[in-house]
Protein backbone atom coordinates (compact mmCIF):
# COMPACT_ATOMS: atom_id res chain seq x y z
CA UNK A 1 0.00 0.00 0.00
CA UNK A 2 2.85 2.32 0.56
CA UNK A 3 4.81 1.88 -2.37
CA UNK A 4 4.32 4.02 -4.84
CA UNK A 5 5.77 2.21 -7.62
CA UNK A 6 2.86 -0.13 -7.40
CA UNK A 7 0.68 2.19 -7.93
CA UNK A 8 2.16 4.05 -10.29
CA UNK A 9 2.53 0.48 -12.65
CA UNK A 10 -1.05 0.12 -11.65
CA UNK A 11 -2.27 2.99 -13.49
CA UNK A 12 -0.15 2.45 -16.68
CA UNK A 13 -1.31 -0.77 -16.79
CA UNK A 14 -5.20 -0.04 -16.68
CA UNK A 15 -4.41 3.24 -18.86
CA UNK A 16 -2.89 0.97 -21.55
CA UNK A 17 -5.15 -1.75 -21.39
CA UNK A 18 -8.24 1.35 -21.42
CA UNK A 19 -6.41 3.01 -24.13
CA UNK A 20 -5.58 -0.02 -26.35
CA UNK A 21 -9.52 -1.34 -26.38
CA UNK A 22 -11.22 2.16 -27.27
CA UNK A 23 -7.99 2.62 -30.20
CA UNK A 24 -7.93 -0.98 -31.44
CA UNK A 25 -11.69 -1.02 -31.69
CA UNK A 26 -11.38 -4.27 -30.43
CA UNK A 27 -15.13 -6.23 -30.51
CA UNK A 28 -16.66 -6.38 -27.67
CA UNK A 29 -17.00 -9.56 -27.67
CA UNK A 30 -13.35 -10.22 -27.31
CA UNK A 31 -12.45 -7.61 -24.71
CA UNK A 32 -13.60 -4.63 -22.84
CA UNK A 33 -11.86 -1.75 -21.45
CA UNK A 34 -11.54 -1.69 -17.49
CA UNK A 35 -13.93 1.37 -17.35
CA UNK A 36 -17.04 -0.78 -18.60
CA UNK A 37 -15.75 -3.45 -15.98
CA UNK A 38 -16.03 -1.03 -13.37
CA UNK A 39 -19.38 -0.01 -14.38
CA UNK A 40 -20.65 -3.26 -14.35
CA UNK A 41 -19.03 -3.99 -10.85
CA UNK A 42 -20.86 -0.90 -9.57
CA UNK A 43 -24.27 -1.49 -11.14
CA UNK A 44 -23.53 -4.97 -9.47
CA UNK A 45 -23.09 -3.25 -5.81
CA UNK A 46 -26.01 -0.76 -6.07
CA UNK A 47 -28.77 -3.53 -7.08
CA UNK A 48 -27.77 -5.48 -3.63
CA UNK A 49 -26.58 -8.25 -6.54
CA UNK A 50 -23.01 -8.14 -5.30
CA UNK A 51 -23.58 -8.62 -1.60
CA UNK A 52 -26.28 -11.62 -2.73
CA UNK A 53 -23.97 -13.31 -4.73
CA UNK A 54 -20.74 -12.94 -2.48
CA UNK A 55 -22.73 -14.16 0.67
CA UNK A 56 -23.78 -16.88 -1.41
CA UNK A 57 -19.81 -17.87 -2.23
CA UNK A 58 -18.50 -16.83 1.07
CA UNK A 59 -20.86 -19.59 2.69
CA UNK A 60 -20.48 -22.24 0.50
CA UNK A 61 -16.64 -21.74 0.78
CA UNK A 62 -16.73 -21.96 4.30
CA UNK A 63 -18.92 -24.59 4.96
CA UNK A 64 -17.16 -26.57 2.47
CA UNK A 65 -13.56 -25.70 3.56
CA UNK A 66 -14.89 -25.87 6.94
CA UNK A 67 -16.41 -29.71 6.63
CA UNK A 68 -13.22 -30.41 4.80
CA UNK A 69 -10.72 -29.43 7.82
CA UNK A 70 -13.41 -30.70 10.74
CA UNK A 71 -12.33 -34.32 9.11
CA UNK A 72 -8.76 -33.47 7.93
CA UNK A 73 -7.56 -31.89 10.70
CA UNK A 74 -8.08 -34.72 12.80
CA UNK A 75 -7.29 -36.80 10.78
CA UNK A 76 -3.55 -35.32 9.90
CA UNK A 77 -3.12 -34.90 13.70
CA UNK A 78 -3.79 -38.78 14.26
CA UNK A 79 -1.59 -39.93 11.05
CA UNK A 80 1.60 -37.52 12.21
CA UNK A 81 1.63 -39.22 16.52
CA UNK A 82 0.62 -42.73 15.14
CA UNK A 83 3.37 -44.21 13.15
CA UNK A 84 1.73 -47.19 12.69
CA UNK A 85 -1.75 -46.02 11.29
CA UNK A 86 0.68 -43.54 8.53
CA UNK A 87 2.83 -46.43 7.49
CA UNK A 88 -0.62 -48.73 7.28
CA UNK A 89 -2.81 -45.79 4.89
CA UNK A 90 0.40 -43.37 3.98
CA UNK A 91 0.63 -44.81 0.61
CA UNK A 92 -2.74 -44.98 -0.32
CA UNK A 93 -3.77 -41.32 0.68
CA UNK A 94 -0.36 -40.21 -1.45
CA UNK A 95 -2.38 -42.14 -4.38
CA UNK A 96 -5.52 -40.55 -3.73
CA UNK A 97 -3.62 -37.31 -3.69
CA UNK A 98 -1.86 -37.65 -7.04
CA UNK A 99 -5.44 -38.35 -8.34
CA UNK A 100 -6.67 -35.02 -10.13
CA UNK A 101 -9.93 -34.40 -7.48
CA UNK A 102 -11.95 -33.59 -10.30
CA UNK A 103 -12.32 -37.44 -11.05
CA UNK A 104 -14.66 -37.87 -7.96
CA UNK A 105 -17.18 -34.99 -9.68
CA UNK A 106 -18.91 -37.50 -11.45
CA UNK A 107 -19.61 -39.76 -8.61
CA UNK A 108 -20.57 -36.57 -6.24
CA UNK A 109 -23.04 -35.63 -8.92
CA UNK A 110 -24.51 -39.29 -9.17
CA UNK A 111 -24.97 -39.74 -5.43
CA UNK A 112 -26.15 -36.77 -4.61
CA UNK A 113 -27.88 -34.81 -7.28
CA UNK A 114 -27.72 -31.35 -7.81
CA UNK A 115 -28.05 -29.95 -4.42
CA UNK A 116 -26.61 -27.34 -1.78
CA UNK A 117 -25.28 -30.50 -0.07
CA UNK A 118 -23.56 -31.32 -3.55
CA UNK A 119 -21.54 -28.22 -3.86
CA UNK A 120 -20.31 -28.15 0.40
CA UNK A 121 -18.82 -31.85 -0.95
CA UNK A 122 -17.41 -30.60 -3.93
CA UNK A 123 -15.67 -27.84 -2.47
CA UNK A 124 -15.03 -30.30 0.67
CA UNK A 125 -13.44 -32.90 -1.71
CA UNK A 126 -10.88 -30.23 -3.37
CA UNK A 127 -9.66 -29.05 -0.06
CA UNK A 128 -9.86 -32.25 2.00
CA UNK A 129 -6.37 -33.95 0.95
CA UNK A 130 -4.46 -31.13 0.76
CA UNK A 131 -5.43 -30.42 4.05
CA UNK A 132 -4.64 -33.76 5.95
CA UNK A 133 -1.11 -34.35 3.95
CA UNK A 134 0.10 -31.15 5.32
CA UNK A 135 -1.40 -31.46 8.68
CA UNK A 136 0.21 -35.05 8.56
CA UNK A 137 3.92 -33.81 7.36
CA UNK A 138 3.63 -30.33 9.67
CA UNK A 139 3.73 -32.50 12.66
CA UNK A 140 5.62 -35.36 11.45
CA UNK A 141 8.35 -32.31 10.97
CA UNK A 142 8.15 -30.85 14.70
CA UNK A 143 11.48 -30.31 15.31
CA UNK A 144 12.67 -33.79 17.09
CA UNK A 145 14.69 -32.16 18.86
CA UNK A 146 12.08 -30.28 21.05
CA UNK A 147 11.03 -33.94 21.93
CA UNK A 148 14.06 -34.78 23.02
CA UNK A 149 14.35 -32.13 25.47
CA UNK A 150 11.16 -32.88 26.89
CA UNK A 151 11.98 -36.41 27.47
CA UNK A 152 15.43 -35.20 28.72
CA UNK A 153 12.98 -33.67 31.54
CA UNK A 154 11.20 -36.98 31.98
CA UNK A 155 8.18 -36.28 30.04
CA UNK A 156 5.52 -39.06 29.27
CA UNK A 157 4.16 -39.73 26.00
CA UNK A 158 0.69 -38.19 26.74
CA UNK A 159 2.29 -34.60 28.26
CA UNK A 160 5.05 -35.06 25.31
CA UNK A 161 1.47 -34.53 23.15
CA UNK A 162 -0.24 -32.37 24.94
CA UNK A 163 2.41 -30.22 25.47
CA UNK A 164 5.30 -30.86 22.93
CA UNK A 165 3.35 -32.25 19.50
CA UNK A 166 0.09 -30.16 19.71
CA UNK A 167 1.26 -27.05 19.77
CA UNK A 168 4.14 -27.76 17.60
CA UNK A 169 0.93 -28.75 14.75
CA UNK A 170 -0.86 -24.90 15.42
CA UNK A 171 1.97 -24.03 12.80
CA UNK A 172 1.02 -26.69 9.95
CA UNK A 173 -2.45 -26.57 10.87
CA UNK A 174 -2.79 -23.21 10.31
CA UNK A 175 -0.49 -23.34 6.90
CA UNK A 176 -2.55 -26.26 5.54
CA UNK A 177 -5.77 -24.22 5.73
CA UNK A 178 -3.85 -21.94 3.79
CA UNK A 179 -2.96 -24.28 0.87
CA UNK A 180 -6.43 -25.64 1.63
CA UNK A 181 -8.25 -22.70 1.31
CA UNK A 182 -6.07 -21.87 -2.67
CA UNK A 183 -7.93 -25.62 -3.73
CA UNK A 184 -11.10 -24.91 -2.02
CA UNK A 185 -11.43 -21.76 -3.68
CA UNK A 186 -11.44 -24.09 -7.14
CA UNK A 187 -13.96 -25.99 -5.81
CA UNK A 188 -15.70 -23.22 -5.67
CA UNK A 189 -15.72 -22.51 -9.25
CA UNK A 190 -16.78 -26.17 -9.60
CA UNK A 191 -19.29 -26.41 -7.84
CA UNK A 192 -20.78 -23.41 -8.63
CA UNK A 193 -21.33 -24.79 -12.23
CA UNK A 194 -23.96 -27.45 -10.83
CA UNK A 195 -27.61 -25.98 -9.62
CA UNK A 196 -26.37 -22.82 -8.14
CA UNK A 197 -28.23 -19.61 -8.44
CA UNK A 198 -26.38 -16.94 -7.00
CA UNK A 199 -22.33 -17.00 -6.56
CA UNK A 200 -19.44 -14.77 -7.98
CA UNK A 201 -18.18 -18.33 -9.69
CA UNK A 202 -22.05 -18.46 -11.13
CA UNK A 203 -21.90 -15.16 -12.34
CA UNK A 204 -18.77 -15.73 -14.02
CA UNK A 205 -19.92 -18.61 -15.70
CA UNK A 206 -23.34 -17.32 -16.64
CA UNK A 207 -21.30 -14.36 -18.12
CA UNK A 208 -19.43 -17.34 -19.68
CA UNK A 209 -22.41 -18.95 -21.41
CA UNK A 210 -24.05 -15.30 -22.73
CA UNK A 211 -20.37 -14.16 -24.38
CA UNK A 212 -20.65 -11.26 -21.80
CA UNK A 213 -16.85 -10.45 -21.62
CA UNK A 214 -17.93 -7.51 -19.27
CA UNK A 215 -19.32 -9.82 -16.50
CA UNK A 216 -16.65 -12.92 -17.02
CA UNK A 217 -14.10 -10.09 -16.11
CA UNK A 218 -15.98 -8.66 -13.13
CA UNK A 219 -16.55 -12.33 -11.73
CA UNK A 220 -12.78 -12.69 -12.25
CA UNK A 221 -12.04 -9.85 -10.44
CA UNK A 222 -13.92 -10.38 -7.76
CA UNK A 223 -13.09 -13.90 -7.69
CA UNK A 224 -9.11 -12.42 -7.35
CA UNK A 225 -10.56 -9.95 -3.95
CA UNK A 226 -11.79 -13.42 -2.34
CA UNK A 227 -8.84 -15.12 -3.12
CA UNK A 228 -6.72 -12.43 -1.72
CA UNK A 229 -8.80 -12.21 1.14
CA UNK A 230 -9.10 -15.30 2.30
CA UNK A 231 -5.32 -15.71 1.83
CA UNK A 232 -4.79 -12.45 4.17
CA UNK A 233 -7.40 -13.52 6.82
CA UNK A 234 -6.15 -17.29 7.08
CA UNK A 235 -2.09 -15.66 7.28
CA UNK A 236 -3.46 -13.20 9.63
CA UNK A 237 -4.55 -16.15 12.04
CA UNK A 238 -1.56 -18.09 11.65
CA UNK A 239 0.44 -14.77 12.56
CA UNK A 240 -1.83 -14.36 15.51
CA UNK A 241 -1.86 -18.46 16.74
CA UNK A 242 1.67 -19.75 15.98
CA UNK A 243 3.53 -15.54 16.18
CA UNK A 244 7.06 -17.99 16.35
CA UNK A 245 6.82 -19.09 12.92
CA UNK A 246 7.88 -17.14 10.03
CA UNK A 247 4.87 -17.37 7.39
CA UNK A 248 5.84 -16.57 3.75
CA UNK B 1 0.28 -53.50 1.47
CA UNK B 2 -1.53 -56.14 3.37
CA UNK B 3 -3.96 -53.07 4.35
CA UNK B 4 -4.87 -52.41 0.89
CA UNK B 5 -5.11 -55.86 -0.31
CA UNK B 6 -7.19 -56.46 2.65
CA UNK B 7 -9.80 -53.56 1.69
CA UNK B 8 -10.17 -54.76 -1.66
CA UNK B 9 -11.14 -57.81 -0.42
CA UNK B 10 -14.07 -56.51 1.60
CA UNK B 11 -14.72 -54.25 -1.38
CA UNK B 12 -15.05 -57.01 -3.69
CA UNK B 13 -16.77 -59.44 -1.18
CA UNK B 14 -18.99 -56.45 -0.69
CA UNK B 15 -20.19 -56.16 -4.47
CA UNK B 16 -19.91 -59.87 -4.91
CA UNK B 17 -23.16 -60.06 -2.00
CA UNK B 18 -24.92 -57.65 -3.98
CA UNK B 19 -24.82 -55.05 -1.50
CA UNK B 20 -23.61 -52.72 -4.02
CA UNK B 21 -25.71 -51.30 -6.48
CA UNK B 22 -24.20 -51.02 -9.86
CA UNK B 23 -26.13 -47.83 -10.94
CA UNK B 24 -23.90 -45.57 -8.53
CA UNK B 25 -20.57 -47.64 -7.44
CA UNK B 26 -19.06 -50.63 -8.65
CA UNK B 27 -16.70 -53.77 -7.81
CA UNK B 28 -13.11 -54.15 -8.00
CA UNK B 29 -13.29 -57.13 -10.94
CA UNK B 30 -16.20 -54.95 -12.63
CA UNK B 31 -13.83 -52.18 -12.79
CA UNK B 32 -11.03 -53.94 -14.19
CA UNK B 33 -12.89 -55.56 -16.70
CA UNK B 34 -14.07 -51.96 -17.67
CA UNK B 35 -11.27 -50.63 -17.92
CA UNK B 36 -9.85 -53.11 -20.42
CA UNK B 37 -13.04 -53.46 -22.50
CA UNK B 38 -12.87 -49.65 -22.63
CA UNK B 39 -8.94 -49.68 -23.66
CA UNK B 40 -9.79 -52.64 -26.02
CA UNK B 41 -12.31 -51.10 -27.87
CA UNK B 42 -10.38 -48.05 -27.95
CA UNK B 43 -13.25 -45.79 -26.17
CA UNK B 44 -10.83 -44.25 -23.60
CA UNK B 45 -7.57 -44.29 -24.92
CA UNK B 46 -7.58 -41.40 -27.52
CA UNK B 47 -9.81 -39.21 -24.57
CA UNK B 48 -6.80 -40.20 -21.96
CA UNK B 49 -3.96 -39.35 -24.77
CA UNK B 50 -5.59 -35.86 -25.71
CA UNK B 51 -5.82 -34.94 -22.03
CA UNK B 52 -2.48 -35.86 -21.07
CA UNK B 53 -1.05 -34.56 -24.01
CA UNK B 54 -2.09 -31.13 -22.99
CA UNK B 55 -1.34 -31.63 -19.35
CA UNK B 56 2.38 -32.09 -20.87
CA UNK B 57 2.83 -29.19 -23.06
CA UNK B 58 1.05 -26.68 -20.68
CA UNK B 59 3.48 -27.93 -17.66
CA UNK B 60 6.25 -27.63 -20.01
CA UNK B 61 5.61 -24.10 -20.87
CA UNK B 62 4.91 -23.45 -17.38
CA UNK B 63 8.16 -24.84 -16.42
CA UNK B 64 10.27 -23.20 -18.77
CA UNK B 65 8.59 -19.44 -17.84
CA UNK B 66 8.30 -20.07 -14.13
CA UNK B 67 11.49 -20.64 -14.32
CA UNK B 68 13.12 -17.98 -15.65
CA UNK B 69 10.59 -15.46 -14.09
CA UNK B 70 11.25 -17.13 -10.72
CA UNK B 71 14.78 -16.59 -11.55
CA UNK B 72 14.96 -13.22 -12.52
CA UNK B 73 11.68 -12.39 -9.56
CA UNK B 74 14.65 -13.70 -6.77
CA UNK B 75 17.60 -11.85 -7.98
CA UNK B 76 15.86 -8.58 -8.47
CA UNK B 77 14.14 -6.48 -5.50
CA UNK B 78 12.75 -3.74 -8.18
CA UNK B 79 11.00 -6.72 -10.08
CA UNK B 80 9.80 -7.90 -6.95
CA UNK B 81 8.41 -4.60 -5.73
CA UNK B 82 6.34 -3.88 -8.68
CA UNK B 83 4.98 -6.83 -10.12
CA UNK B 84 5.08 -8.26 -6.12
CA UNK B 85 1.30 -7.61 -5.41
CA UNK B 86 0.00 -8.49 -9.19
CA UNK B 87 1.55 -11.69 -8.65
CA UNK B 88 0.15 -12.42 -5.10
CA UNK B 89 -3.39 -11.25 -6.44
CA UNK B 90 -3.35 -13.83 -9.52
CA UNK B 91 -1.89 -16.60 -7.25
CA UNK B 92 -4.95 -16.24 -5.31
CA UNK B 93 -7.33 -16.17 -8.41
CA UNK B 94 -8.57 -19.67 -9.19
CA UNK B 95 -7.37 -19.78 -13.27
CA UNK B 96 -9.70 -22.34 -13.74
CA UNK B 97 -12.46 -19.33 -13.79
CA UNK B 98 -10.69 -18.30 -16.89
CA UNK B 99 -11.78 -20.78 -18.93
CA UNK B 100 -15.16 -18.90 -20.40
CA UNK B 101 -12.37 -15.93 -21.62
CA UNK B 102 -10.03 -18.60 -22.71
CA UNK B 103 -12.49 -20.22 -24.93
CA UNK B 104 -13.70 -16.94 -26.43
CA UNK B 105 -9.91 -15.68 -27.52
CA UNK B 106 -8.28 -19.49 -28.20
CA UNK B 107 -11.20 -21.71 -29.92
CA UNK B 108 -11.89 -25.20 -29.29
CA UNK B 109 -8.71 -26.82 -30.27
CA UNK B 110 -5.75 -28.26 -27.76
CA UNK B 111 -4.54 -24.35 -27.67
CA UNK B 112 -7.74 -23.54 -24.81
CA UNK B 113 -6.06 -25.85 -22.75
CA UNK B 114 -2.91 -25.97 -23.01
CA UNK B 115 -3.33 -22.06 -21.90
CA UNK B 116 -5.58 -23.04 -18.81
CA UNK B 117 -2.69 -25.35 -17.55
CA UNK B 118 0.11 -23.22 -18.18
CA UNK B 119 -1.71 -20.21 -16.58
CA UNK B 120 -2.44 -22.52 -13.64
CA UNK B 121 0.77 -24.49 -13.08
CA UNK B 122 2.98 -21.47 -13.51
CA UNK B 123 2.77 -20.16 -9.80
CA UNK B 124 4.12 -22.66 -8.16
CA UNK B 125 6.93 -23.42 -10.29
CA UNK B 126 7.76 -19.74 -9.96
CA UNK B 127 7.17 -18.77 -6.49
CA UNK B 128 9.00 -22.14 -5.87
CA UNK B 129 11.95 -21.19 -8.27
CA UNK B 130 12.10 -17.37 -6.52
CA UNK B 131 11.90 -18.67 -3.15
CA UNK B 132 15.00 -21.00 -3.77
CA UNK B 133 17.12 -17.83 -5.59
CA UNK B 134 15.87 -15.62 -2.69
CA UNK B 135 16.46 -17.09 -0.16
CA UNK B 136 20.06 -18.77 -1.10
CA UNK B 137 23.03 -18.53 1.49
CA UNK B 138 24.91 -15.14 0.88
CA UNK B 139 28.16 -16.98 1.34
CA UNK B 140 27.87 -19.03 -1.79
CA UNK B 141 28.31 -15.01 -4.35
CA UNK B 142 31.02 -14.27 -1.54
CA UNK B 143 32.77 -17.25 -2.46
CA UNK B 144 32.03 -16.96 -6.14
CA UNK B 145 33.72 -13.75 -5.96
CA UNK B 146 36.92 -14.71 -3.88
CA UNK B 147 37.16 -17.50 -6.72
CA UNK B 148 37.42 -15.44 -9.00
CA UNK B 149 34.23 -16.66 -11.16
CA UNK B 150 32.60 -13.89 -13.73
CA UNK B 151 29.37 -13.69 -14.24
CA UNK B 152 28.35 -16.47 -17.09
CA UNK B 153 30.46 -19.04 -13.93
CA UNK B 154 28.27 -17.31 -11.28
CA UNK B 155 25.23 -17.98 -13.30
CA UNK B 156 25.99 -21.78 -14.45
CA UNK B 157 28.13 -23.37 -11.28
CA UNK B 158 26.31 -21.57 -8.39
CA UNK B 159 22.90 -20.07 -9.38
CA UNK B 160 21.32 -23.03 -11.69
CA UNK B 161 22.90 -25.80 -9.94
CA UNK B 162 21.49 -24.55 -6.47
CA UNK B 163 18.23 -23.47 -8.33
CA UNK B 164 17.53 -26.37 -9.78
CA UNK B 165 16.28 -28.53 -6.47
CA UNK B 166 13.41 -25.99 -6.18
CA UNK B 167 12.29 -25.92 -9.66
CA UNK B 168 11.85 -29.64 -9.57
CA UNK B 169 9.84 -29.37 -6.26
CA UNK B 170 7.75 -26.12 -7.72
CA UNK B 171 7.39 -28.76 -11.06
CA UNK B 172 6.22 -31.06 -8.81
CA UNK B 173 3.19 -29.93 -7.24
CA UNK B 174 2.56 -28.02 -11.17
CA UNK B 175 2.01 -31.31 -12.30
CA UNK B 176 -1.00 -31.71 -9.36
CA UNK B 177 -2.59 -28.57 -10.50
CA UNK B 178 -1.93 -29.27 -14.30
CA UNK B 179 -4.23 -32.50 -14.40
CA UNK B 180 -6.30 -31.29 -12.27
CA UNK B 181 -6.86 -27.81 -14.16
CA UNK B 182 -7.36 -30.03 -17.22
CA UNK B 183 -10.09 -32.35 -16.37
CA UNK B 184 -11.48 -29.05 -15.29
CA UNK B 185 -11.20 -27.64 -18.46
CA UNK B 186 -12.80 -31.07 -20.21
CA UNK B 187 -15.67 -30.94 -17.82
CA UNK B 188 -16.88 -27.42 -18.34
CA UNK B 189 -16.70 -27.25 -22.54
CA UNK B 190 -17.57 -31.15 -23.41
CA UNK B 191 -16.48 -30.17 -27.39
CA UNK B 192 -12.86 -30.24 -25.73
CA UNK B 193 -13.08 -34.22 -25.72
CA UNK B 194 -10.62 -35.68 -23.04
CA UNK B 195 -10.82 -37.55 -19.78
CA UNK B 196 -12.96 -35.32 -18.38
CA UNK B 197 -15.77 -34.91 -21.14
CA UNK B 198 -15.62 -38.97 -20.83
CA UNK B 199 -15.61 -39.23 -16.85
CA UNK B 200 -18.68 -36.63 -16.92
CA UNK B 201 -20.44 -38.28 -20.12
CA UNK B 202 -20.13 -42.10 -18.30
CA UNK B 203 -21.52 -40.28 -14.65
CA UNK B 204 -24.30 -38.71 -16.52
CA UNK B 205 -25.60 -42.46 -18.26
CA UNK B 206 -25.12 -43.64 -14.52
CA UNK B 207 -22.17 -46.42 -15.88
CA UNK B 208 -19.91 -46.47 -12.51
CA UNK B 209 -18.05 -49.03 -13.40
CA UNK B 210 -16.87 -46.84 -16.29
CA UNK B 211 -16.57 -43.88 -13.74
CA UNK B 212 -14.16 -46.29 -11.40
CA UNK B 213 -12.31 -47.43 -13.94
CA UNK B 214 -11.04 -43.78 -15.76
CA UNK B 215 -10.72 -42.59 -12.32
CA UNK B 216 -8.43 -45.32 -11.20
CA UNK B 217 -6.49 -44.72 -14.57
CA UNK B 218 -6.10 -41.15 -13.67
CA UNK B 219 -5.22 -41.86 -10.89
CA UNK B 220 -2.04 -44.34 -11.58
CA UNK B 221 -1.30 -41.04 -13.91
CA UNK B 222 -1.13 -38.82 -11.42
CA UNK B 223 1.23 -41.43 -9.12
CA UNK B 224 3.43 -42.38 -11.94
CA UNK B 225 4.13 -39.28 -13.26
CA UNK B 226 4.42 -37.83 -9.43
CA UNK B 227 7.02 -40.43 -8.41
CA UNK B 228 8.65 -40.00 -12.27
CA UNK B 229 9.11 -36.59 -11.22
CA UNK B 230 10.56 -37.41 -7.91
CA UNK B 231 13.12 -39.74 -9.31
CA UNK B 232 14.35 -37.68 -12.13
CA UNK B 233 14.57 -34.49 -9.25
CA UNK B 234 17.30 -37.53 -7.35
CA UNK B 235 19.18 -38.49 -10.32
CA UNK B 236 19.65 -34.92 -11.52
CA UNK B 237 20.41 -32.98 -8.19
CA UNK B 238 22.31 -35.52 -6.08
CA UNK B 239 23.72 -32.93 -4.47
CA UNK B 240 20.56 -32.02 -2.40
CA UNK B 241 19.35 -33.97 0.09
CA UNK B 242 15.61 -33.47 1.58
CA UNK B 243 13.22 -32.07 0.00
Not at chain 1, 204 to 210: C, D, F, L, S, Y
Not at chain 2, 80 to 100: D, M
Not at chain 2, 219 to 237: D, F, H, K, M, P
Amino acid sequence: MRRPAFWISLALVLGSWEAYVRLSGISPFFLVPPSVVLERLGRWLVTGQLLVDLGASVLLLLAGLGLAAAIAIPAGLSLGVWRGLADALGPYLLLAYATPAPVLLPMLLMWFGFTALTRVLIVAMFAFLPILLNVWWGVRGVDASWLRVAQVFCASPRELLIHVVLPGSVGPVLASLRIGGGLALIGLFVAETYGAAHGIGYQTIVGAKRMDITGVLAGLSLLGLLGVTLEQALAATERMFAPWRATS
Amino acid sequence: MVAGLLMLAVWEGAWRAGWIDPLFFSGPTAVAGALWRLVVSGAIIPNYLTTLSAAALGLVLAVATGGVAGIVYGLSPAVRQVAGPYLAALNATPRVATIGLLVVWLGLGIGVRVALVTISAFFPVFFNTAEGVRGRDASLDRVARVYGCNRREWFTSILLPHTLPYLLTGTRLALGRALVVVVIAEIFVGSLGGIGYFIINAGQQFQSANVLAAACLMAATGWALSTGLERLGIWLTPWHDGR
